[in-house]
T-cell receptor, first 111, second 115 residues
Framework: EDKVVQSPLSLVVHEGDTVTLNCSYE??????LLWYKQEKKAPTFLFML????IEKKSGRLSSILDKKELFSILNITATQTGDSAVYLC???????????FGTGTSLTVIP | GAGVSQTPSNKVTEKGKYVELRCDPI?????LYWYRQSLGQGPEFLIY????????DSGLPNDRFFAVRPEGSVSTLKIQRTERGDSAVYLC?????????????FGAGSRLTVL
């Protein structure tokens, strides 16, 4: 059975800290991995990763994929209270069109 | 429209009632997905449309759930004889890639509460 596991489930940090969120997957026919940020309801897109070892970066956020070890990490440096959200990881397969989501990591950044 | 629009944003109903949830995707997006998200969980796939047809409905939990997209744009998720376990946020997403491999853009969701 295809599955996506995120860790930790929740995290509380202080402003300015750096955090690393993990997403591991066990799927057949991997196509791509996506990261989303969910603050209230609608998840908003952060990154799409398809190739190993190529870092995607946007401001203080960055992400990388390891297709050999089947995981991805999302790094956030110099965290701010506005980074508080649930971060979702999703995997898309080559076959079919389902995006399989993990349960998410709830990040709380306190001032 | 500019984004994915879902209505209603909140729906409270009684056990056994029928509900309809509507999704208006981004104009021109051919792929449309419905997901269900329970508290503390990630989105769970329900159904995927490519154009007017349901290309994959394997995520629908039982025959009380049904979805349509008659003209290839707006979609309606229909739930018959609602149960308390149906309470969740129902998310709709659309994509411009016919294969669905492009980034999903989500709506704000419809929160369903079954009393």
């Amino acid at each position: 059975e295809d599955k996506v596991v995120q860790s930790p489930l929740s995290l509380v940090v202080h402003e300015g800290d750096t955090v690393t969120l993990n997403c591991s997957y066990e799927v057949t026919n991997f196509r791509s991995l996506l990261w989303y940020k969910q603050e209230k309801k609608a998840p908003t897109f952060l990154f799409m990763l398809t190739s190993s070892g190529i870092e995607k970066k946007s401001g203080r956020l960055s992400s990388i994929l390891d297709k050999k070890e089947l995981f991805s990490i999302l790094n956030i440096t110099a965290t701010q209270t506005g980074d508080s959200a649930v971060y979702l990881c999703a995997v898309l397969l080559l076959t079919g069109n389902q995006f399989y989501f993990g349960t998410g990591t709830s990040l709380t950044v306190i001032p | 429209g500019a984004g994915v629009s879902q209505t209603p944003s909140n729906k409270v109903t009684e056990k056994g009632k029928y509900v309809e949830l509507r999704c208006d995707p981004i104009s021109g997006h051919t792929a449309l997905y419905w997901y269900r998200q329970s508290l503390g969980q990630g989105p769970e796939f329900l159904i995927y449309f490519q154009g007017t047809g349901a290309a994959d409905d394997s995520g629908l939990p039982n025959d009380r759930f049904f979805a349509v997209r008659p003209e290839g744009s707006v979609s309606t998720l229909k739930i018959q004889r609602t149960e308390r376990g149906d309470s969740a946020v129902y998310l709709c997403a659309s994509s411009s890639d016919p294969s669905g491999a492009n980034v999903l853009t989500f709506g704000a969701g419809s929160r369903l509460t079954v009393l």
